[in-house]
């Protein structure tokens, strides 16, 4: 399988079937357009409109956090949910953001630290896996990476052939190349060539190339191991990577993080990604309220253990 082909907008993507794509991506861009003041409220609004008919999300949320942070008094916990709610209603202005914004208006809104780790490696020709998690503003900390260099991206392409059009389109903004997430090969010419890839190996996905490793209070997370993969079969640096929005200033930090050479516990999957998942937490606990908790993150169990949900 070759890098991902962009896909191009045809006729066929104005049948009735897909207007309602149509009318999400106007309204998301007519959103776009609006004071950053103006957004963030709407956009926390929707974020408790929307969650209130979504109580299966809502209790996913909740749960994650009882799992993760056990020692949180019900009053915190509770804060940080409805926190989580109004940031993920967010989550859907500031997509807008990360897909319409100008370059100068992405600029006045980001601030970037860390950016001579990054140079530094390409004086060297080290390629380079940038951690990063599930956030609710990640795609806005891609194209907040896309001003200062370009990079590449594990993606998995939408199975709505519109939706996956703008979102690819909105996701290569900068130049970025997007690498269908199986296609383990190029991945590893790419790093191997110095290339700077985006990776997020926080979320549970299933129980085929994985192990289970601590996450937070919860013994047994089921992790991926395709950050050992990549590592072990390439001399890339782990370099880990935040990007938070802070609290309601209308500003965004990406941090780059010192990398990490020769750090990592290669040839040992599971030591790999207990490695990494002590990533993960500091990484989500640099602003908690802006993570993805309605990610069902510990649906596959060891077996012969119930379900946590």
Excluded at 66 to 75: I, R, S
Excluded at 159 to 168: A, G, H, T, W
Excluded at 219 to 235: F, I, R
């Amino acid at each position: 399988m070759s890098k991902y082909t962009v896909p191009t907008f045809s006729l066929a993507m104005l049948h009735p079937k897909y207007w309602c794509v149509l009318l999400i991506i106007s309204v998301s861009y007519l959103c776009s357009l609006l004071p950053y003041a103006i957004q963030i409220r709407f956009g926390k609004l929707l974020g408790r409109v929307v969650l209130s008919f979504m109580k299966r999300r809502t209790r996913t949320i909740k749960r994650n956090l009882e799992l993760c942070f056990p020692d949180m008094t019900d009053a915190e916990r509770e804060k940080l949910t409805k926190q989580n709610i109004e940031n993920t209603g967010l989550a859907l202005l500031e997509t807008g953001m990360a897909w319409f914004w100008s370059n100068e208006r992405i600029a006045k809104h980001t601030t970037v630290v860390g950016m001579d780790h990054i140079d530094k490696l390409k004086a060297e020709g080290r390629g380079a896996l940038l951690i990063a998690v599930h956030s609710l503003n990640l795609e806005l900390s891609g194209r907040a990476f896309g001003q200062y260099a370009q990079g590449m991206a594990v993606y998995r392409p939408n199975n709505n052939p519109c939706f996956d059009y703008f979102q690819l389109k909105g996701r290569s903004q900068g130049g970025h190349t997007l690498i269908h997430r199986k296609n383990v090969k190029f991945m590893l010419e790419a790093l191997n060539d110095g290339a700077f890839m985006w990776y997020a190996p926080d979320h549970d996905y299933g129980r085929r190339r994985s192990t289970f490793a601590p996450l937070f209070a919860v013994e047994n997370a089921c992790t991926t191991t395709g950050t050992s993969l990549l590592a072990d079969n390439t001399n890339c640096a782990i370099v880990p990577v935040v990007f938070v929005r802070d609290n309601d200033s209308g500003h965004y930090t990406l941090t780059i993080k010192e990398p990490m050479i020769d750090k990592f516990p290669k040839g040992d999957e599971h030591a790999g990604a207990c490695f990494i998942n002590k990533i993960v937490e500091e990484s989500i606990m640099a602003k908690p309220s802006q993570y993805m908790w309605l990610h069902r993150r510990f649906k596959n169990r060891p077996d012969g253990e119930a379900s946590l949900y």
